[in-house]
Each structure stands twice: as structure tokens, then as C-alpha cells.
């Protein structure tokens, strides 16, 4: 039996659309239990009545906003992010899911359960779809700015762990750079690509830059979390400032829109976020998962998903020994 | 008369795309004279009937590969961009165009022209459009990758009186960060923030998260050329992506087409990057001009269209004499 903490509050849809999640979850899946933490008066007239769902509430009604600094956050210590983290850090749930403030969830995860080893940086990894629906995991997204080519080199390390542990597959992994030659880019570049040249275990594509990332260049892409920030909020606006246009056209042009939803349909669904597995705060000794600020039940449904089979596969611990083989 | 130098080779496209496009101003255009500098044997036969055309040819066979080394083109004196910028330097002509090699161009025109002044930056400023089809200037998208909070500044001050110069109006100033709070990004960051928002001859928005650039939250943003050029060929990336998933729908739904062609057309013409006006080399002493590798002669046309108004209005001038103001 597995156990998953799932903060309820702190984003910008209703503690319902967590909660739906968790009970359409529930009714599939018998191998696991639930905390909800959040306002008990929303949550318990949801889920009173589902007996399969194995759960308990723990109540607050106070959480952390989207424009906290992560120095309030750390001061609401009866926020729902904060004690859904010190269930995880009290050893009692095995991974935690929230949709709040990324910074505040990297900064409060990072203080209060810590990193698998002193030597590595804990990265932020994104879920981004592509043209060939495949989509790459992208990390470090934004929980630290600069990194040492050594501590890049680690992250990709994890991430790659990740994937061929919970995914079953072996990652072409890339470093993102402004240009694909071996001398682009800055000191630390050099020193992760050579470390990745020579690491047999990986499929290193080399550097890989952000013009072919929608198509698909690649399935795991490494990076400080300065420029992958950048890059991330680069697509996620273009893509969707286009489909605002295509919105905007068919609504002229509804003649159009007949003949053409499908094409509208395979555009919204190729660059749907909701759909898929949230982020991943990678480098923690314990499972530490996020969905978007924005999400639905529908995300927070497959994010669960990827907590239970992250689970399934006993990720963390492969990961600890990943990194025991090249740290010490 | 004005005097403009087209590198008409070293390029994607072929000789003529530039000569076209050369032509078709010239016939407009009286003011102007042209030095052509590329093969005679390609160039001679589509002028030498344009009694309108105003034009000497310089010959030359050799040109700057795009993956030439910086090195490379150093030692290509013969090159047809290497004799474009002589002509420059030695003030043949008032301004330059090249479709080649742009690590190429920014190096040799930083050496062969030299800058406005020692403490500032050369920027390579591109033009990039919007949904509001007004677009933003975007500088520097490649020609240094790292700089102090004061060079921003001044790259900053020296693209605003392009803008105010050429196009007549105050640009909206934003400077490229992860996140709009002041206290985001760099120490840089902070130096650029509080010498821009202490200015009051620009147009200060803040920081510029990259999720609102295609929506036209600018007019002009400033950044690093490595965060720069990451953001740029994101955006690039993420909207022909779309543009290919559309095509490839609409050859699948042929009857969705024929309604919605001006979606199509309408998406395609808001991105079309030939329908822009290219770049500029910005800080140089004289004015240097940039159109993309893949240009045609529409591209052509409106980089001349550009050089022709920047020279109208004595832009190096009124930037020589903007810098003075504020660097001695």
C-alpha cells in the first residue's frame, strides 16, 4: 500500500478539482491510500460516500499564494503545502503532490527533506509536449539559476535514471546550448558535455538547441534553470498566443471552424499541459511531484499516475544508487 | 545620394534573390546608388538593362560558409562579406547588407569598423513579430553572450534612439528576465533595472517574462545575446512547428482548406519573418545591416527599405551623439 499526500490548496482552481482526481484514481487503483490536506468543510462532503477510496483529511484552511515569497511560505507553517511536506518529511506518506507555488515548493521541499547527496543540485523537471506527441522532459527548469557543468552532468544523470526506471525507455538526452558545435556556449558546457561523451550508460546526443525542441529533437534536455525557465515560458507562450489566433479565426470564420475542428483539436491537444504528468522535483531523497498552478482534475489525475508508478518502480531508490556510482 | 553595399552571396538562396531585390527598390527609389559585390557572371546579366539602377559590381567567387569558423572568415579576404565591410571601412559606401554567416558578420564588422565607444557592447538586434503584427526589436540575440548591467544599459539607450530615429515613437522598454518581481535574475539584472527605471527618456516596463513576448508586451526588449538567442529561436522553433502541423492537416482535410485558408494565411503572414526587416549590428560607428540566411528578395527589399530610412535619418549620427550624452 502506497501513500500519497495531496495538497488541495494553494492554486488557482477549487480543492474539488484535486479531489475529484484522487477518488477517479481511487476507484482503479486499490494498492493505494490518501491524505488530503485542505479546508475539511470543501473536502468531506466529496468524498464521504466513496468507499473505495482509502483516505484521511488533515484540515487547514490556510495556504501558500502564488505571489508569496518564499520566506512567507516558510512562516505558514499551517499552510496546506507546507504541512502536505512535513507529512512526507514525518515518513508518513511516501510522495506528495501539490499544485502551488513552484518556488515555494522547491524551496520548502529542499529545506525539509532534503537532497540524496551534498554534491548535487536539485533541478526542476518539466513534462513539454511536441509535434510528434512524444514530448521531452526538461529540467532544470527554474529551482536553481546557475549550475556547474558537474552538477548539470549529475541532474541529467538523475533524470535519465528517471525515465529508463518509470518509462522504460533509454532517453536521447541533450544539453541546451545556442548552438549545436562542441565550442558553443560557456566553461560549464564544455565540462558537461565531456563528461557526458564519455559516460557510456547515457545516449547523448550532444547540444541541442531550442529551434528543434517542438519537434522533438530530443526526449530528455538538460540545462541551468535560468536559461530553461526562459526557454519553457519561450514555447509555452508562442504556442499558445497561436492558439488564441486560431480561436479567434474560427470564430470569425465559423464555416471554417466546421471543416476544420479537427485541426484545431490536434493543435489544443498536441500542446495540452493538462493532460500531462506535471514536474518532478529531482535531487530530493524522498518522491516530490507538481502540477501546474493552473491545474484540473484532469492533471492532477495523471499526475498521480506518475507519482504511483514512480512508486511502482521504487524510483528514488534507484536513483540513490545511480548516484552512489558516480558520487561519494 | 545614399551608397549601399549588398553582399549578394554566402547565403541560402542564390545571387539573384538579392539582385531582384535591388532592382525593385532602385525603381522606386532615386536616391541610391549600389555596389553589388559577388560573382559578375550571375549579377551582370539581371542588371545591366535597368537603366534606372544605379550600380557598380565588385567580383568576387568566394564566399563565407555558414559553418565557416570566425577564423575562417578572417582569412576569406575575398569573400564576398569580407569585401562588402572593406568597402565600408573605407567609406565606399554608407551602409552594408548581408544574408551570410551572422557569428561571421558581427566579428568582422566589430573589427573591420569598430565600435561607437570602448565601454559599450555590439548587440545584434532582430526584428521579431507579433500577434498585434506590431512586432518588438530584440537585442542582443547573439553577438555577446555575457554582459554587465551597465552595457545592457547602453544597448539599451542606443536601440531606443534607433526606434525614436527611424520609426518615430517611444518604445516600450522591457529587459528579459524570469519573472517580472524586481528582485529576479542576476545581479545585472538589478544595475540594468535601476538605471533604466532612473532614465526618464525611455519607456521603462520592468522585466519581461518571455511567456508575453508574442502577445506584444514590448516594443523593444533587452537581453544578454545567450539568453537572448535561446528565447528568439525558441519562439522561431515553437511558431513553425505549428505552422507545419497546420499544412500537413490541411493537405489531410482539403475541404477544411478551402474554408480556412485565411486562418492559414493569416498566421503565416503574422509570423513570416521575410516580410520583416532583417537586423542590425548596433554600436558599430557606421550602420551594418542583417538579413536572415534563408532570405529571398522580399526580405531583401524591406532590409534595403530599413537602410534606406535609417540612413534618411541619420541614425549613426543621432546615436553617436545619444551615447556622448550618458559615456565619455
Redesign the interface.
Known amino acids: 500500500m502506497f501513500r500519497i499526500a495531496v495538497d488541495c490548496m494553494g492554486f488557482e482552481n477549487s480543492v474539488s478539482e484535486a479531489v475529484k482526481a484522487v477518488i477517479k484514481y481511487a476507484k482503479k487503483h486499490k494498492d493505494l491510500s490518501f491524505v488530503l490536506v485542505g479546508d475539511e468543510n470543501q473536502i468531506r462532503p466529496l468524498v464521504e460516500n466513496k468507499k473505495y477510496l482509502n483516505y484521511r483529511i488533515v484540515h487547514t484552511t490556510n495556504e501558500i499564494g502564488m505571489s508569496d515569497s518564499v520566506l512567507t511560505a516558510y512562516r505558514k507553517k499551517d499552510s496546506s503545502m507546507y504541512l502536505t511536506i512535513e507529512l512526507l518529511k514525518n515518513n508518513e506518506v511516501d510522495t506528495i503532490i501539490s499544485a502551488g507555488s513552484s518556488s515555494a515548493y522547491v524551496a520548502l521541499t529542499y529545506n525539509l527533506i532534503g537532497k540524496i547527496h551534498h554534491k548535487i543540485k536539485v533541478g526542476f523537471m518539466s513534462y513539454v509536449p511536441?509535434?510528434t506527441k512524444r514530448g521531452f522532459w526538461f529540467l532544470d527548469v527554474?529551482a536553481n539559476?546557475e549550475y556547474l557543468g558537474e552538477e548539470l552532468y549529475y541532474l541529467g544523470k538523475m533524470a535519465n535514471t528517471f525515465i529508463t526506471s518509470v518509462f522504460n525507455y533509454q532517453p536521447r538526452l541533450g544539453v541546451?546550448n545556442?548552438g549545436a558545435e562542441k565550442n558553443k556556449?560557456?566553461e560549464y558546457h564544455q565540462v558537461v558535455y565531456n563528461l557526458l561523451e564519455n559516460d557510456k550508460t547515457v545516449d547523448f546526443l550532444g547540444f541541442i538547441?531550442?529551434?528543434?525542441?517542438?519537434?522533438g529533437e530530443c526526449d530528455l534536455l538538460v540545462s541551468d534553470g535560468?536559461?530553461g525557465?526562459?526557454?519553457l515560458?519561450?514555447?509555452?507562450?508562442?504556442?499558445?498566443?497561436?492558439g488564441?489566433?486560431?480561436k479567434k479565426?474560427?470564430k470569425i470564420?465559423p464555416?471554417?471552424?466546421?471543416?476544420?475542428a479537427?485541426?484545431i483539436y490536434?493543435?489544443t491537444k498536441?500542446f495540452d499541459y493538462k493532460n500531462n504528468a506535471g514536474a518532478v522535483v529531482l535531487g530530493l531523497n524522498k518522491l516530490v511531484l507538481k502540477t501546474h498552478g493552473s491545474a484540473d482534475a484532469k492533471q492532477f489525475y495523471s499526475t498521480i499516475r506518475l507519482a504511483h508508478e514512480s512508486l511502482l518502480n521504487n524510483l528514488i531508490e534507484k536513483i540513490t544508487k545511480e548516484c552512489s556510482t558516480f558520487l561519494n
Open positions: 511536441t509535434v527554474g539559476k541546451l545556442i556556449g560557456f538547441e531550442p529551434r528543434g525542441l517542438i519537434k535560468y536559461s525557465n526562459l526557454v515560458k519561450s514555447l509555452e507562450g508562442a504556442l499558445k498566443s497561436v488564441k489566433i486560431l479565426n474560427y470564420n464555416l471554417g471552424a466546421l471543416f476544420s479537427n485541426v490536434q493543435i498536441t
